[in-house]
Structures are given as C-alpha cells and as structure tokens.
C-alpha cells in the first residue's frame, strides 16, 4: 500500500529563512519521511520543489518598502489560507508582519492544519506584544534562541529546539587565519548593497595595496542576475556563493543581520555596518530600545546579564557601525585594531550559549506528527 505523504504549507519570506528551510527539507528527506510542500517560499534556494508563490518579489527593506506591498500581501493572504487547508501541517518562518494576519485567516476554517512557528519574532527587541497573540494562535511555537522562552506567557506551547546556524556553517576557526584574504559581505537586498558595497568596494581598493586580496559572497538568490547592474564595478573581488569559500578568508566586513552571526560563528573576525534610508533607520531607532544591533552582540549580552539593559563590560564581540559611521576611514581603523584574543574567546562562548543545531529536533517533531495522525 502507497504511504500517504506528509502535505506541509511553508510561509518563508526572508532570504535567512529560506535558507534554514532548504537544509529542514533535506533532513525530511534525510529521515526518510513522505511530504509534499506547497505555499510561498524561495525555489532559487529549493528547485526540487514547487511553491505557489515565490517569496523573491516579496524580500523589501525598510518601513516605506513595506507600505508598499501592504494591498498585494493582503490579497496573497485569503489565496494562501484556502492552498493551506488542504494540508496537514502548516510551517511559518520569521516575517511576522505577514505571517501573522495569515495564520488567523487560515484559524478561521473549521479544520486548519497544525500550526507551527519556526524562527519566532524578535518580541526581545520590539513589539512585544506579538507573543502573546502567537501563544494563543500557534499549536507550537520553536525557539531558536534558549532566551526567548523568558518573554512568552507560560501557556505558550514554546520549545528551544537549537539554533539552525549551528547545523549549516562547514567550519569554525578557534584562532586567527592568516590567509591575507578578506571577505564582503554587503548584504542580500539590492538596497543594502546600494548603500554599503561602494563603501566596501573602497575599503577593498585600499587594502588591496597591502596585499589583501577581495572575496565578495553573492547570494545564491542572484545567481542569474546581471551582478553589474547590482553591485557596479566588481574588478576588485574575486566572487562566489558558496559559504565553504569562507575557509580561505581571514576577516569579514558584513552587513548587519544574520550574516553577521554566521561569520561570527565560523570564527571569522567581523565587523558589523548597518547603513539604511534615514527614515527608515530613525523609525527603527524610536521602536528598538537595544544597546545592540548585532545578533552575537545580544546573544552574548542575555548569556552574561539575563537582559538586555546592562552594556557589556568588554568590548562587544565585534564592532558595530551604522549609519554616518560607516565609511572607509572608520571600517579601517577598527581592522587595525581589531582584538582578536578576545574575539575567539567569546565565539566560544556563544557556541556553548547556543548549545545545538536545530534541524534534528524539527525533522524529529514533524516525523512524530507524522507517525501519530498520518499513519
């Protein structure tokens, strides 16, 4: 007898998120469970599957860029709830400004799926409010984070599963690589790298005097695209999409967001740089009261204090730079004097922090959801 498949709806936006799916996905497939996907997620990332929507036209920037999408994404919505019902599990990724409208459409029907909630909001930094209406519209909620569990109401179905970076970065220095390469990493949105890869590409131009070759990661989202059209002149950097290429470099300068949690992990020096449209970057400032920005930054600032209010006594584990502070000659001089001891003996840290990967324990979830209503 034909075993009945698994029928899973994803709602992945982010580029991050898509990311951690593709290795969820293989891990399924790894545990050799029957599934069938459908719903609005990244096919550049996941070719083997199909969505009905494709999340590229969705990946904008900023407060304006949302607006802007607001009548389209309410439309997606009601077509998403009704593809949804026909499934067994429903799967959603970050994006909660999105994610959370359609999960109460999809509740509206008589018999919704299961639904789960992977990569959870950032109610630590700001609109706090989103756990409590998570914990009443969720069947489960999966924590990423061994800290988010102090800021959900105690009837939230909420389980620290691991951090999913832990299972995807290849390697993990634990001292200093002099390889006499630097990696860039500007971003994964056209207007990051609009507002940070001419400032890289400076940087790059005056280190290269100094024998220090240029490693620019594209994101495999562009695999096709005219990359001069995005990025300019790329005569400076030798390109690639591939994280392994990571292993060669001795230092990164990264746009800030997960990319910088990544290198961080990998044991790569970073540097952080966050440059955004000034009313974007002043409606962020008035909404997120953090010491920080950078992920490793607060996760190391939560492991030592258990809030978010005290600043770190050492230096933070990378530096941050945003807005008027990222220019060549600042970036620069914080790579002179980058404290390399003290950055591996924090990586270490955050490593012991995070404890896990997290694909294990989601396949191992989905697999006895499976089991118990499938079969």
């Not at 009548?71 to 994006?95: G, N, T, W, Y």
Request: proline letters at 6%.
């Amino acid at each position: 007898m034909q075993t009945k498949p698994l029928k899973i709806f994803i709602s992945a936006l982010e580029y991050s998120s898509n990311i951690h799916l593709t290795y969820l996905l293989d891990e399924l497939q790894n545990q050799n469970i029957p599934f069938e996907v459908c719903g609005i997620f990244d096919t550049s990332l996941n070719p083997q599957y199909q969505s009905d929507f494709s999340s590229n036209e969705f990946r904008i920037m900023g407060f304006i860029g949302v607006l802007k999408l607001i009548p389209r994404l309410l439309k997606l919505k009601s077509q998403l709830a009704k593809i949804a019902q026909d499934c067994d599990i429903a799967l959603f990724m970050d994006s909660s400004s999105f994610n959370i409208p359609l999960i109460k459409e999809i509740k509206k029907h008589k018999s919704p799926p299961k639904i789960i909630y992977y990569i959870l909001p950032q109610v630590w930094a700001w609109k706090a409010y989103r756990a409590e209406i998570l914990a009443q519209i969720c069947d489960e909620l999966w924590g990423i984070l061994p800290f988010e569990r102090d800021f959900y109401p105690p009837k939230a179905n909420l389980h620290y599963i691991g951090h999913p970076l832990l299972d995807e970065i290849p390697f993990s220095f634990t001292q200093p690589n002099p390889t006499q390469t630097l990696a860039y990493l500007p971003g994964s949105r056209k207007s990051e790298i609009k507002s940070l890869f001419p400032i890289f590409r400076e940087i790059a131009k005056i280190l290269r005097k100094q024998n220090k070759q240029a490693l620019l990661i594209i994101p495999k989202t562009f695999k096709n695209a005219n990359l001069e059209e995005i990025y300019g002149d790329l005569s400076d950097f030798t390109l690639s999409d591939n994280l392994n290429s990571l292993q060669k470099c001795e230092f990164a300068f990264v746009c800030s967001g997960t990319a910088t949690l990544e290198t961080t992990l990998m044991g790569i020096p970073t540097i952080l740089a966050y440059k955004a449209k000034t009313l974007d970057y002043w409606i962020a400032k008035s909404l997120v009261k953090l010491q920080y920005i950078g992920l490793s930054n607060l996760f190391l600032q939560y492991a030592t204090y258990q809030d978010f209010t005290h600043k770190l006594e050492n230096p933070p584990i990378h530096p941050e730079f945003l807005q008027h502070q990222v220019n060549p000659q600042t970036l620069l001089e914080a790579y002179k004097n980058f404290d390399y001891t003290h950055f591996f003996k924090q990586k270490e840290k955050l490593i012991t922090y995070l404890q896990q990967g997290s694909v294990q324990n989601c396949a191992k979830k989905i697999k006895n959801f499976y089991k118990n209503t499938i079969n």
